[in-house]
C-alpha cells in the first residue's frame, strides 16, 4: 500500500574528479540521498523533499533531477537570493572519502525562514514517515533549529513516525557541546533513530551499546538501528536488543559517500510498507552494498538496479 514519506535536509552540487582529470557534477545531500533510494526501493510511495533553492540555472537543473527521480517537489522553497552549496569529493584506494565545502548560506539554509514568510504556523499534509537528520539541523541558526523541530513535533502529533539520523559533521556546529543539544533534542522527537557508535562515543563517551541503548530509551526512541563499523548493526525495538546483523562487505568498494544514506532510505521505505526489522535490515544492507561499488552518492540506474523489492 502506498505511503508518504517526507525527506527534509539541503541537496548540493556534488563535483568529484573523472575520467581524464574531467570534473563531473551531479546532486546530492543525505536527506536527499535518502529520499531518492527511498522512492527508488518502492515506486509506489509518495515521496516529498523539503527544503530550499535557489533561482539560478543550476537550482533549475537541481529540481529537475529531483522530480526525474519521482520526489515530489511542491513543498521546496525558493530563494531570491541564494544559490545550492557545493561539496567535492576525493576518494582513496579503499573509497573512503574526504570532503571539501562550500555550502555557508545557502538556499537551503533558509528554508523555514522561506516557509514561515506567511506566519509559524503553517502546516505541511499529513505523511506516515518524516525523516530528517543531524545535517538538516547544522545547517540553520539556532532559531531555524527550534522551528524545524517545532515542526517536526506537529507532524509527529499528527501521526507521521518521526526518523532521525545524527550523521554528525564536526564543522557545522560551533563545538560539540551546541551538536549534543541539538541531537538530543532531536532524538526526544523520534520514534526511529539511526545512532552511530562512533559518534555517541565522540559526543557522549558512549565507550558501549548499552550506553547508547540507555541514551536513546530514556530519549524516549521506540526503534533504533545502532551502527558499530565492522561488527555490524544491533537493532533495538520497545527499548530492548531485536537482532544483530553482522557486517557484510561489497564486493568491491569504489566509493562510500551515500551507503548510510542509501541504508537509511531504503530502510523506512521498506518499514512503511509493513516488512519487519530484521527484513528491513537485509534489505537496506544490501542497496548500501551496490551503492559503494559505483562513485557519487546517487548511483545511475542504467549501471545498478536499486529495486530489490
Same mark, same amino acid.
Given at each position: ?152 513535533? %506537529?507532524?509527529?502529533?499528527? #501521526? @507521521?513516525?518521526? &526518523? ?10 560551533? +563545538?560539540? *557541546? ?100 530484521? %527484513?528491513?535490515?537485509?534489505? #537496506? @544492507?544490501?542497496? &548500501? ?10 548511483? +545511475?540506474? *542504467? ?7
Amino acid at each position: 500500500m502506498s505511503k508518504s514519506l517526507l525527506f527534509i535536509g539541503e541537496c548540493m552540487m556534488e563535483l568529484r574528479k573523472g575520467k581524464a582529470g574531467k570534473l563531473d557534477y551531479s546532486f546530492a545531500g543525505d536527506a536527499y540521498n535518502s529520499a531518492v533510494y527511498a522512492k527508488r526501493w518502492c515506486t509506489q510511495h509518495q515521496v516529498f523533499f523539503f527544503s530550499a533553492r535557489g533561482k539560478d540555472q543550476f537550482s533549475e537543473m537541481m529540481q529537475l533531477r529531483w522530480q526525474n527521480e519521482g520526489i515530489d517537489t511542491t513543498l521546496v522553497e525558493v530563494s531570491e537570493h541564494r544559490v545550492p552549496g557545493i561539496y567535492a569529493i576525493a576518494t582513496d584506494s579503499e573509497g573512503e572519502r574526504q570532503f571539501s565545502y562550500w555550502r555557508n548560506n545557502s538556499a537551503a539554509t533558509e528554508m523555514m525562514t522561506l516557509l514561515e514568510r506567511n506566519g509559524p504556523d503553517y502546516e505541511f499534509p499529513d505523511f506516515d514517515c518524516v525523516f530528517f537528520s543531524g545535517i538538516s539541523l547544522g545547517i540553520l541558526s539556532d532559531d531555524c533549529r527550534h522551528r524545524l523541530l517545532n515542526l517536526i513535533r %506537529r507532524l509527529r502529533k499528527r #501521526g @507521521a513516525k518521526i &526518523a532521525f539520523d545524527p550523521n554528525y559533521r564536526k564543522s557545522l556546529w560551533r +563545538n560539540e *557541546e551546541e551538536a549534543r543539544t541539538w541531537i538530543m533534542r532531536a532524538y526526544e522527537c523520534c520514534n526511529i533513530a539511526f545512532p552511530g557508535l562512533e559518534e555517541h562515543q565522540q559526543l557522549f563517551a558512549h565507550e558501549s551499546l548499552d550506553e547508547v541503548q540507555r541514551c536513546l530509551v530514556n530519549q524516549g526512541v521506540g526503534e533504533f538501528l545502532v551502527k558499530a563499523g565492522g561488527e555490524g548493526i544491533f537493532a533495538f525495538a520497545n527499548g530492548e536488543v531485536f537482532c544483530h546483523k553482522p557486517f557484510q562487505a561489497a564486493a568491491k568498494q569504489v566509493d562510500t559517500t551515500a551507503a548510510g544514506d542509501s541504508f537509511s532510505g531504503t530502510y523506512l521505505a521498506a518499514r512503511m510498507e509493513g516488512i519487519a526489522l530484521d %527484513r528491513a535490515i537485509d534489505m #537496506g @544492507a544490501s542497496v &548500501a552494498r551496490i551503492v559503494v561499488q559505483h562513485e557519487g552518492a546517487i548511483v +545511475n540506474v *542504467e549501471n545498478a538496479s536499486l529495486s530489490l523489492a
